[in-house]
Every structure is written in C-alpha cells, then in structure tokens.
C-alpha cells in the first residue's frame, strides 16, 4: 500500500475542554468573580495524543467505553471540533452521518428544508435539484414532503436527514451507532444503502457499542479509553482486548 | 486566500438559504406578510412626526422625509448588530453538530436585515413623491452610505457576535447603547439646537450620524457629501470590519466550548 492511498491521517490530535463548576458566561458574574479571584478553570483532556492513519477502503471500528472520547473524536474527525493540539486530514469528500437532520427547521417544509439542509452539507442548488426527486422517493415521504417538519414524526425526520445525507458519494463515511433509522422496512433499505457504499470501497469509520456490529463491519479498530488509544490493529486483536477489559 | 475564497464560494448556497429562510419565516404567518417591511417604518414614522411636528408645533413640509431617512438607517444598523450578536447562540444547535464556516451565521443576519432594509427605501420613495422631493443627480451619491452602513453593521456584528458568546448579558447592554445612539442620530430633530449649546462633538463622534447626514444630503438636498462625514464614517465603516473579522476569527474555534 502507497502512501498515495491515505484517506485519512489523524496527528497527535488533543482536545481539551475547560469544566467549571460554575459556568462563567456572562460580563457581571465575570467581573465580579475576577474581583473576588474566583475565575477557576478546570481543565479535561478529552482526547490525548491520538493518532492513526487509514488507508483508502479501510474501515475502522472505535471501540471504547462511555465517556472514552469516541464521539469527541468522530466529531474532530468531522470538522465540528477544531483540536487543541494535532491535526486532521483528510482526502475526498466526507459525509458524517452523526446527527441527521441537524439544521433542520421546524417551520419549513420537508421539500424546502432538502434545499436548506443540502445548503448545510454543503452541497450546491444544481446538485440537491438534481437529486431532489431522488431524495423524496428514499425518504418515503410522498406527499407530507409539502407539510411542515414540525407535523413529522421523529422517525420521518429521521428519514429524510438520511435520505439527504446519503444521497451524496463520500469517500469517507462516519457512522455513530447507525443503521437504527426509522421501521424495519426503512432500516433494510437504508443499511443495504450503506452497504452499497461499503462495496464501492468508501473509507468507514465506526462507533458502536455492539461488539458484533463491529466485528461484521469493520477489518480494523482501535480501543479508546481515557482519551487515549490503548490498542490499535486488526479487528479481531482488538475485540478480544475490549471483552478481556469488559469482564 | 484562495482556500478561503473556495470555502466561501462552497457554502454560497447556504448563505442564499439562510438568508432566505430569515425572511420568509418572519412574515410567514401574519396576513399582510412582506408588506409589513412597508409598515412598519411607516407607521413608525407617523407617530414621529406627529409627536414632534404637530404637538411641537414645528412646520417643516419634508420633515417626514427627514424622519424617515434617519429611522430607516438606524433601524437597520439596531436590526442587524442585534440578531448578528445572537447569531451565534440561536445557532448553536447547528454549530455543536455539523461544520460550516461560522462567519455565515452573522453575515446571513446582517444580510437578511439589509433586504428588509433595501425593501423599505420604497417607502421612503413613497412619501418623498407625495411631498414633491425632487430627485437630483446627487440621488445616486446615497449608495455611498449604504454601502458603508451594510460593512459598519457587519463589522458591529462580528465584534459583537464574538463577544455575546463569552458574555451572554452583552445583548440587554448593547440595546441600552442602541436607544441612546438613536438619540444621538437627529432622528426626530434638527441638530442645529443641539450645536448651538455646544453639544457638536455629538455628531463628530458618531458615524451612523455622519451616514444619515450625507443619506439626507443626498437623497433629500440635492447636495455632495459632506466630506468630515464622509472620511469619519468611512474609517470607522472599515476599522470596525477589519477589527470584526480579526476577533471573530481567533475566537470562533473556542465557540463551540462556550455555547
């Protein structure tokens, strides 16, 4: 395998959150506090030195326990955190599939909020009308695509953020306990639409709780714990350390 | 440069969007809809003039003119520093999930207003026509300050927004700010009485006056700048801009760890 084929290389990544007791956010508890020196910041390391590489059609599994730093991680992998120390990159285009519908709004309707929530993924008008009709006949929404999204039941929303989400061609595909998307019906359709993707050789990074899930998905994975990477290699080698350390 | 010019180019769309879904989504229940931004200025500027033409028994044919030019810019200077300096928090659902160039959220704001704002000169059009203003060469001049309200309100805005997500109680400060700002604009009277008790460096100092002064020499006096104005407003216009664009950048990565 060439060094041409990185699709993505996390650095050194460290994120570093301030946990005050009290949160500090206005200009009067401020004032007052720096008079009276009670200005305290506490500092949590949610990630810490974080480093692996994938390469092109990999795709990984983040095992770790709650509060380990895997959705801290996917969530700088995605560009939403920008890390205190280390760096990200990342080739081709990358389609977090973390929280649907997240620029959704409630007053809109489920045909204006394609355009709208398409803006925020950054795709462009030519391409979301293009794909329009695409988007409304996975969503299986028919005619409530003219209703507003707050008459939607939640696995409706949760439709259509899939549907629009999806409909791009990632190279890079993040999954947060995925595929528990709408009835049975829906979630056959939409895991088959991963699986498609999968097929075509995307690059996956993963993050369940179920073990199972994991060892089905994924040929490598890395066990988080504390921020920190404990072990990182093959799948099997990995799940066999995670069960060891469940017991 | 180029990388952000790129960035830019990619989520003009959003941009377009956002803007969009402000105004349609403000008017989107009430009857009268868009031609409340008629309206509203209107009947604002009525009351006004009635207050301070009739009861202060002041005659001035094209006073309502004079209120109404003053009104409109610094309602939308208020319009859009206020929801640029919320735009970040009302966003916050969006920002803590999904990545988007942060500075789209307050350029959408001040954009949104800026149609709102563009919409209502028709009033001002409007009443000028019924009160025979008679529109010379110089009608044209008046793009000068609007555009460098529209690159003052950004610049407030940016500071502003930066500033609103590390101290929340900044909005009910700065709407103190606004009421007394419009006090110092000579929205509704005529600052020669003010200069006349020594109280000139009001006007000096204030760059939404100075760009009210030369929208009026403009539209309503048929004259140029004047140049004090001018040059005022102008460095402030764009001091405040480079400022805004320099704090919001060094902070907007620490957004997301406040809200």
């Known amino acids: ?247 | 440069m180029k990388k952000y010019l790129n960035n830019f180019m990619k989520y003009r769309f959003l941009l377009q969007e956002l803007v969009k879904k402000d105004i349609k989504l403000k008017y989107r229940r009430s009857v009268l809809g868009l031609v409340w931004t008629l309206l509203e200025p209107l009947l604002n500027m009525l009351v006004l003039w009635v207050v301070f033409s009739k009861l202060y028994a002041k005659d001035d044919a094209l006073f309502p003119v004079y209120i109404l030019t003053g009104r409109l810019m610094t309602q939308f200077f208020s319009g859009a520093t206020k929801s640029a300096m919320k735009s970040i928090r009302t966003n916050s659902g969006m920002i803590k999930k999904v990545y988007v160039p942060k500075y789209i959220y307050p350029l959408s704001s001040v954009l949104s207003n800026f149609v709102t704002f563009l919409l209502s000169l028709i009033v001002l059009v409007g009443v000028a026509a019924v009160l025979h203003v008679k529109p010379t060469i110089y009608v044209f001049g008046a793009i000068v300050p609007i555009v460098l309200l529209l690159i003052m309100s950004l610049g407030f805005g940016l500071i502003l927004a930066t500033l609103a997500v590390f101290f929340r109680d900044l909005e009910y400060l700065w709407g103190v700010f606004l009421t007394l700002l419009f006090y110092a604009c000579a929205v509704f009277y005529y600052p020669s009485r003010v200069i006349k008790n020594g109280f000139e460096w009001i006007f000096k100092v204030n760059p939404l006056y100075c760009l009210i002064q030369n929208f009026r020499n403009t539209v309503m006096y048929g004259q140029g700048f004047d140049m004090y104005a001018l040059v005022f407003s102008a460095v402030i216009s764009f001091g405040s801009l480079i400022i805004g664009v320099y704090v919001f950048y060094k902070n907007q990565d620490k957004f997301i760890l406040n809200i």
């Open chain 1, 1 to 247: 395998m060439g060094k041409k084929n990185v699709a993505l290389k996390v650095e050194n990544v460290s994120m570093r959150f301030n946990l005050s007791a009290e949160k500090v956010d206005d200009l009067k508890d401020y004032v007052i506090k720096f008079i009276k020196r009670e200005l305290r910041f506490q500092e949590f390391w949610a990630l810490r030195n974080v480093s692996f590489e994938l390469q092109k059609g990999e795709r990984l599994g983040i095992l770790g326990f709650n509060g380990a730093g895997k959705s801290t991680l996917l969530k700088v992998i995605a560009g939403v955190l920008k890390p205190t120390e280390g760096s990200v990159k990342k080739k081709g285009k990358i389609v977090p599939l973390l929280e649907l519908g997240a620029g959704f709004d409630k007053q809109y309707t489920g045909a204006e909020n394609i355009y709208l929530y398409g803006a925020v993924l950054g795709y462009s008008k030519e391409f979301i009308r293009e794909k329009y009709d695409e988007i409304v006949e996975f969503s299986e929404l028919g005619d409530f695509i003219n209703v507003p999204l707050k008459n939607y039941s939640s696995g409706m929303k949760a439709r259509l953020g899939f549907a629009i989400a999806t409909v791009v061609e990632p190279d890079i595909l993040i999954l947060d306990e995925v595929l528990s998307v709408g009835d049975a019906k829906f979630r056959k359709k939409s895991e088959k639409k991963i699986r498609d993707m999968f097929d075509r050789g995307v690059t996956v990074l993963f993050v369940s709780h179920s073990l199972e899930q994991v060892k089905r998905l994924c040929d490598k994975a890395i066990l988080l714990d504390h921020g920190k990477v404990l072990a990182e290699g093959s799948v099997e080698e990995v799940s066999k350390l995670y069960e060891q350390r469940m017991k």
